[in-house]
């Protein structure tokens, strides 16, 4: 099995753009989607990227995921940034092999 | 619009047992894979168990193989898990997620709490 490494957390003030990292230590990033949630004091998680890149409906077009194999790590970027952004964020990928998850420690990101 | 509601949750002592249930609505139930995860208090997300579409087959972490046993009844739209020999750090809030074809949905969350 792999891991997936975020930072602990993040802080950038309302109106500015922050990038969370998820860097996968085995196996290429490429080789499963990645999926990002976001989870705000006492909620359940929701989808904010799936599949890499794609946002559900509903999610602002604020939010974007990206990969970089040379890094080996998928980013979650979010812009013109909204106090009610703040929240933990968590990144997910699967075991190569069979339909395990594989969940990043989660950021919290603070918009102050 | 897809709803998972969890239930079956509460207080249990060390070496007990728990069923949670999580009723499905909004989509096709019996076309989908299920998820278990977990949330201890003041954790990150920990994935829990897995099963197929059909029950055909099922995974779980290794932190409660042996324990655990997920299932589902597809003419209920009903997702389960049964918890034994239950532990201190079995202690979490419990979400089922339906995977599968594109967003991953997640309910509500039922609470566990293993204590003497």
């Known amino acids: 099995n792999f891991m997936l490494t975020q930072p602990h957390s993040v802080s950038e003030s309302p109106g500015k753009t922050v990038t969370i990292s998820c860097t996968r230590s085995?196996?290429?990033?490429?080789?499963?989607?990645v999926q990002w949630y976001q989870q705000r004091p006492g909620s359940s998680p929701t989808t904010v990227i799936y599949?890499?890149?794609?946002?559900p409906s509903g999610v602002p077009d604020r939010f974007s995921g990206s990969i970089d194999s040379s890094s080996n790590s998928a980013s979650l970027t979010i812009s013109g940034l909204k106090t009610e952004d703040e929240a933990d964020y968590y990144c997910?990928?699967?075991?190569?092999?069979?339909?395990?998850?594989?969940f990043g420690g989660g950021t919290k990101l603070t918009v102050l | 619009q897809v709803q998972l509601v969890e239930s079956g949750g509460g207080v249990v002592q060390p070496g007990g047992s728990l069923r949670l249930s999580c009723a499905a609505s909004?989509?096709?139930?019996?076309?989908?894979?299920m998820h278990w995860v977990r949330q201890a208090p003041g954790k990150g997300l920990e994935w829990v168990a897995f099963?197929?579409?059909?029950?055909?087959?099922?995974y779980y972490a290794d932190s409660v193989k042996g324990r655990f046993t997920i299932s589902r009844d597809n003419s209920k739209n009903t997702l389960y898990l049964q918890m034994n020999s239950l532990r201190a750090e079995d202690t979490a809030v419990y979400y089922c997620?339906?995977?599968?074809?594109?967003?991953?949905?997640w309910g509500q969350g039922t609470l566990v709490t293993v204590s003497s």
């Open positions: 909004g989509f096709t139930f019996s076309s989908y894979g």
């Open positions: 085995s196996g290429s990033i490429a080789s499963n989607y």
């Open positions: 099963i197929r579409y059909d029950g055909s087959n099922k």
């Open positions: 997620a339906k995977d599968g074809g594109g967003t991953v949905y």
């Open positions: 599949e890499d890149n794609q946002r």
């Open positions: 997910q990928s699967y075991d190569s092999s069979n339909p395990i998850w594989v």
